[in-house]
Nanobody, 125 residues
Framework: QVQLAESGGGFVQPGGSLRLSCAAS????????MSWFRQSPGKERELVAR????????NTADSVKGRFTISRDNAKKTVYLQMNSLKPEDTAVYYC??????????????????WGQGTQVTVSS
C-alpha cells in the first residue's frame, strides 16, 4: 500500500523558514518522480517543485524560485522542501506527490499518481 506522510508544516512569521518532509512507502521510491504541490482556499492546486528520479534534476515554480529547494534522500525514501524567506502568500496546504511509472505485461508504460494527506503552512505576522 502506497503511503506518503508529510510533516514539518506549521506557523511561521514572514521571512522565516520551514522544512517539509514526505516519507514514502509501498513503492520503489528511487524510481519515482516526486513533487510538492500546494493549495490555498479558493485556488486550484499548483505545482511548487519537482525532482526527477533519473538524475535528481529539479524545477520550481516561478513564485518560489530562489526561496524554495526540493531534494530527496533515496536511502531514507524521503523528499524534502526547504522553504526560506516565506511570505504570507505561501500560506497553503502543501501536498506531497509521487508519480510512479510501471511497465505493463504488454510493454506499455502506465503512470500512477499518489498523494499525501497534506500539511498546513501558515505565514503570518
Amino acid at each position: 500500500q502506497v503511503q506518503l506522510a508529510e510533516s514539518g508544516g506549521g506557523f511561521v512569521q514572514p521571512g522565516g523558514s520551514l522544512r517539509l518532509s514526505c516519507a514514502a512507502s509501498g513503492f520503489t521510491f528511487s524510481t519515482a518522480a516526486m513533487s510538492w504541490f500546494r493549495q490555498s482556499p479558493g485556488k486550484e492546486r499548483e505545482l511548487v517543485a519537482r525532482i526527477t528520479s533519473v538524475d535528481g534534476s529539479t524545477n520550481t515554480a516561478d513564485s518560489v524560485k530562489g526561496r524554495f529547494t526540493i531534494s530527496r534522500d533515496n536511502a531514507k525514501k524521503t523528499v524534502y522542501l526547504q522553504m526560506n524567506s516565506l511570505k504570507p502568500e505561501d500560506t497553503a496546504v502543501y501536498y506531497c506527490n509521487a508519480k510512479v511509472v510501471v511497465t505493463t505485461p504488454l510493454g506499455k508504460k502506465q503512470a500512477y499518481n499518489y498523494w499525501g494527506q497534506g500539511t498546513q503552512v501558515t505565514v503570518s505576522s
